[in-house]
Nanobody, 121 residues
């Protein structure tokens, strides 16, 4: 069993910052890509940013220059630093990981439970 637990969401004003964290735990052999998605009310879930085990990153156009994704491979943790937040960034943010589970080896796509980010004055 592999689990992802997110933290760091909350209510902030426009222009402020938040840092999300997502820690993976369980029978993990290795983790390939780790990603952050978000889903705003009434909208489809969309990719925000992703990072490979080697550190290559990818961002949605809407967050480029404001958000930074990073990871600590030793701790199986991914972060999302969100700066200059806008009301349109309001959403539930989900962590996603492409994981090789150990005992026996099996590749899994794992999702966290989500953390709410609200940007409002």
């Amino acid at each position: 069993q592999v689990q992802l637990v997110e933290s760091g969401g909350g209510l902030v004003q426009p222009g402020e910052s938040l840092r999300l964290s997502c820690a993976a735990s369980g029978s993990i052999f290795s983790i390939n890509r780790m990603s952050w998605y978000r889903q705003a009310p009434g909208k489809q879930r969309e990719l925000v940013a992703s990072i490979t085990s080697g550190g290559s990153t990818n961002y949605a156009d809407s967050v480029k220059g404001r958000f930074t994704i990073s990871r600590d491979n030793a701790k199986n943790t991914v972060f999302l630093q969100m700066n200059s937040l806008k009301p349109e960034d309001t959403a539930v943010y989900y962590c996603n990981a492409d994981v090789w589970r150990s005992g026996p080896l099996r590749r899994l796509e794992v999702w966290g439970q989500g953390t709410l980010v609200t940007v409002s004055s």
